[in-house]
């Protein structure tokens, strides 16, 4: 799936849940106006759903945050590579920060395989995953 056609769709879904919850508080308000119950319930939201999270990303090691450094005087950006639903990704970044929501995001459908840090030149100074 086209990454926008995914970005939109993720929109739809924020927007349907906003409006679930502005259902629920219409009812909720009803309530309170006749004083007793309303025969509806709140539905349930894709946001409820808790998942446990794992305390390590899959693929990466547990030293992996502390390889996600600042850039150096010479290193202009990160350049991740990364497989996303069966395709092979490169994207530039120049803050940690985005690498490590990245990282955290990995799952069956999306592996970073390799990081490095890049000059002004686009030279290779370092590889902080592999």
Same mark, same amino acid.
Do not use: C, W
């Given at each position: 799936?086209?990454? +926008?056609?995914?970005?939109?769709?993720?929109?739809?879904?924020?927007?349907?849940?906003?409006?679930?919850?502005?259902? !629920? %508080?219409?009812?909720?308000?009803?309530?309170?106006?006749?004083?007793?119950?309303?025969?509806?319930?709140?539905?349930?939201?894709?946001?409820?759903?808790?998942?446990?999270?794992?305390?390590?990303?899959?693929?990466?090691?547990? &030293?992996?945050?502390?390889?996600?450094?600042?850039? %150096?005087? +010479?290193?202009?950006?990160?350049?991740?590579?990364?497989?996303?639903? &069966?395709?092979?990704?490169?994207?530039? !970044? +120049?803050?940690?920060?985005?690498?490590?929501?990245?990282?955290?995001?990995? &799952?069956?459908?999306?592996? /970073?395989?390799?990081?490095?840090?890049?000059?002004?030149?686009?030279?290779?100074?370092? /590889?902080?995953?592999?």
């Amino acid at each position: 799936m086209p990454e +926008d056609s995914q970005i939109r769709i993720n929109a739809l879904l924020l927007e349907r849940e906003a409006l679930f919850v502005r259902i !629920h %508080e219409i009812e909720r308000a009803t309530s309170a106006l006749l004083r007793e119950p309303y025969p509806f319930t709140r539905p349930t939201l894709p946001s409820d759903q808790r998942v446990k999270r794992r305390s390590t990303a899959p693929g990466a090691s547990p &030293g992996t945050k502390e390889k996600l450094r600042k850039l %150096e005087d +010479d290193e202009l950006v990160y350049r991740v590579t990364y497989r996303q639903l &069966g395709q092979t990704r490169v994207e530039t !970044h +120049d803050s940690p920060d985005a690498l490590r929501t990245l990282l955290a995001a990995q &799952g069956a459908q999306l592996q /970073v395989q390799m990081i490095e840090t890049l000059d002004a030149a686009g030279t290779v100074k370092a /590889v902080l995953l592999k």
